[in-house]
């Protein structure tokens, strides 16, 4: 949200073999081995790092964003966890499923809450069944499709009690899914999946707002300071199941929004990790890092890309959509924006998941076919020239580096179309808001997978409604493919619905996709077991310092 590697072909084999033995399940109880030769180290086992900026959400059922979701990583933990790329048994300690591969039986091991509650299958049942009811406007519950009838409830159609999620009893958890997903066990390591302490919840509904003893957590570090818009503070958790093989003491989470100022924290010794995935480096120090060879570059299955609203004009009109896409020279981002070893993207599925997609759907900075198109959508807007388009606004959240492709992708659309485009930034909790409210024209956002598999890029434009959509956009067809792809047990044909899926989201473009990303960083020599996974995200509970 993980090597230090240079050239594209070693960057992508690397990260196809590591994401392709994500479909493998380890049933390892013992997530670590004792790195430290079962000696207590007499160095300091506190990190501090940057989140960059306030969390969304710290409630595992509305948090919806990268910066959210690495806290919740190490405060809570669901059924399963990722670990070298591979789900491993979590909360729960064993499993079974039955031969339709569609009721999935989970027993659970004895943990604790944060406040010393027993961990249950009842928490479970609650925590997905209140990200699914509709009255709490969970933008992941989604995410929760899967589960037979959730989707119904979702909407409406359905009540909570015919979820196909059920406490058979405190240990048991019977889950029975609409399809056989084989990525199910992957799903469950991600903090929508994750368990919410029911007694709390139901008796203080605002728990997850600040820290203190009504925020209960299970996982390997407890939240015990929140200062808003300031920083978090987390300390590991005694009473975790597996605390023996957490070493860290202490987590500082700082919420510095200027990569300058972060980096500059780091070389003074107040950081001991920089960059992504939880904060940021600014773009104009990578090639000097990457000099000194304290540069960590890893390829991520993640795009980044700018969002039309297509009910706002002119970004009703398809042509215009695609003229705005296809006058942006990607090439020159990645290479004097970015820095990051970026890979120019003209698709919305990571090359990771369709390796052919690291040449795309359209040319790259395709200028000619840009102005064919912006003449044809003028025409169909009933328009004779650019100057009779409404004012156009290109939104971002405050960031250096979006502020910098902002200006950037500016000068092309003014070079390239000759349309003046105007910028707009806020502060992450605002934009997002705006995002999800449709009160944008055109919109920064970029997409890290949740898990290993394309539909997860494909079907955040399933539903106009949909949570993370944001564009308005709905097509039947490409609706019905991802529908028919749950459905389909050859892995080939599932790839091919899934490959004419994207076609059409190519051929509408409701988004405007401008790169792959990488993760960049800088970290300490001495910190040690950190896991950054390929799909962009982090968890501190095997890190430590020699």
């Not at 790329?85 to 943990?111: M, Q």
């Not at 795309?360 to 102005?371: H, P, Q, R, S, W």
Request: glycine fraction near 6%; aromatic fraction near 12%; charge should be negative.
């Amino acid at each position: 949200m993980k090597k230090r590697l240079s050239l594209l072909f070693s960057l992508m084999l690397v990260l196809s073999l590591v994401l392709a033995a994500c479909g493998g399940f380890s049933k390892k109880d013992d997530a670590s081995d004792d790195k430290a030769g079962g000696k207590k180290s007499d160095v300091p086992q506190e990190l501090r790092v940057n989140i960059k900026t306030e969390p969304f959400s710290l409630h595992p059922g509305l948090a919806n964003d990268s910066v959210s979701g690495n806290v919740l990583r190490q405060t809570f933990e669901g059924l399963t966890t990722i670990k070298d790329g591979k789900p491993e048994l979590a909360a729960a300690e064993s499993y079974e499923v039955s031969d339709d591969l569609t009721t999935y039986t989970f027993k659970l091991r004895d943990a604790k809450w944060t406040n010393g509650d027993p961990v249950t299958a009842q928490d479970f049942e609650y925590a997905w069944k209140w990200a699914l009811d509709p009255k709490n406007e969970s933008q992941y519950a989604y995410q929760l499709y899967y589960i037979k009838n959730g989707q119904a409830y979702n909407e409406g159609k359905a009540k909570a009690e015919d979820v196909g999620v059920k406490a058979l009893d405190e240990k048991t958890l019977q889950v029975t899914l609409e399809a056989p997903t084989p990525y199910f066990l992957e799903l469950t390591a991600f903090y929508t999946y994750y368990p919410v302490n029911s007694k709390v919840a139901q008796q203080k509904p605002d728990w997850y707002k600040n820290a203190g003893p009504d925020y209960t957590s299970n996982g390997p570090f407890k939240m015990v300071t929140w200062e808003h818009n300031s920083k978090i503070v987390l300390e590991k958790n005694e009473s975790y199941w597996d605390a023996k093989n957490v070493k860290l003491e202490k987590i500082d989470m700082a919420m510095v929004n200027d990569t300058n100022t972060e980096l500059s924290m780091f070389n003074n010794g107040e950081l001991d990790w920089a960059g992504m995935p939880t904060g940021q480096l600014p773009t104009d120090s990578l090639p000097q890092l990457k000099k000194e060879g304290k540069l960590h570059v890893q390829p991520i299955a993640g795009t980044y890309w700018y969002k039309f609203n297509t009910e706002k004009p002119p970004f009703n009109n398809v042509n215009i959509r695609k003229a705005f896409t296809y006058a942006i020279d990607r090439k020159a981002i990645v290479e004097n924006v970015t820095k990051g070893e970026q890979i120019p993207a003209m698709a919305a599925v990571p090359p990771t998941m369709f390796p052919e997609n690291e040449k795309g759907y359209f040319k790259d900075n395709d200028v000619e076919k840009a102005k064919e198109y912006l003449q044809k959508g003028l025409q169909e807007l009933g328009l004779k020239d650019v100057k009779d388009l409404p004012p156009i606004t290109l939104s971002y959240n405050t960031d250096d580096a979006h502020a910098k492709i902002a200006q950037a992708i500016q000068d092309m659309w003014k070079k390239n179309l000759g349309i003046n485009v105007k910028l707009e930034n806020a502060e992450w909790n605002v934009y997002i808001d705006k995002l999800h409210s449709g009160d944008y024209q055109i919109g920064r956002m970029g997409w890290l997978g949740d898990f290993n598999d394309p539909i997860n890029f494909l079907e955040l434009y399933r539903d106009k409604e949909g949570g993370n959509n944001d564009t308005n956009w709905e097509n039947p067809k490409f609706k019905q493919l991802l529908i028919d792809s749950q459905k389909e047990a050859d892995p080939e044909k599932r790839k091919q619905m899934l490959k004419d899926a994207e076609q059409i989201l190519m051929d509408e473009l409701p988004i405007a996709p401008i790169y792959f990303y990488t993760n960049t960083w800088v970290q300490k020599d001495n910190l040690k077991g950190v896991e950054v996974s390929g799909l962009g995200d982090v968890q501190f509970k095997w890190a430590y310092f020699e």
